[in-house]
Nanobody, 126 residues
Framework: QLRLVESGGGLVQSGGSLRLSCVAS????????VGWFRQAPGKGREGISC????????YHADSVKGRFSISRDTDKKVVYLQMNSLNPDDTGVYYC???????????????????WGQGIQVTVSS
């Protein structure tokens, strides 16, 4: 069973950058689509970035397009979320998620993911 652990969150000023990491263990990571989700205070969980298991397809929500990027290091079993030009609306708990899908599949739908990390807080001050 794949397990996911996020790191790299914290407090950052508006306009700043952070890079989140999601380390996988327990299974071969190559077959898993990966996604990043976030949950702002008082709101539901939002899918923001995802990457196919083959690594060739990525998709970002409009709210982060052009500011966030997703990448993976298959050898190290790590997925990264590079977040630039952060603003207070980006504040929330960020989750890494994964699921086994065909190599070209991408999805920001929460129900398409069966494995989740514990989440990590990101706070952007104005």
């Amino acid at each position: 069973q794949l397990r996911l652990v996020e790191s790299g969150g914290g407090l950052v000023q508006s306009g700043g950058s952070l890079r989140l990491s999601c380390v996988a263990s327990g299974d071969t990571f190559n077959y898993y689509m990966v996604g990043w989700f976030r949950q702002a205070p008082g709101k539901g969980r939002e899918g923001i970035s995802c990457l196919s298991s083959g690594g060739g397809s990525a998709y970002h929500a409009d709210s982060v397009k052009g500011r966030f990027s997703i990448s993976r290091d298959t050898d190290k079993k790590v997925v990264y979320l590079q977040m630039n030009s952060l603003n207070p609306d980006d504040t929330g708990v960020y989750y890494c998620a994964a699921d086994q899908r065909r190599p070209d599949w991408v999805s920001l739908a929460e129900n398409d993911y069966g494995i989740w990390g514990q989440g990590i807080q990101v706070t952007v001050s104005s």
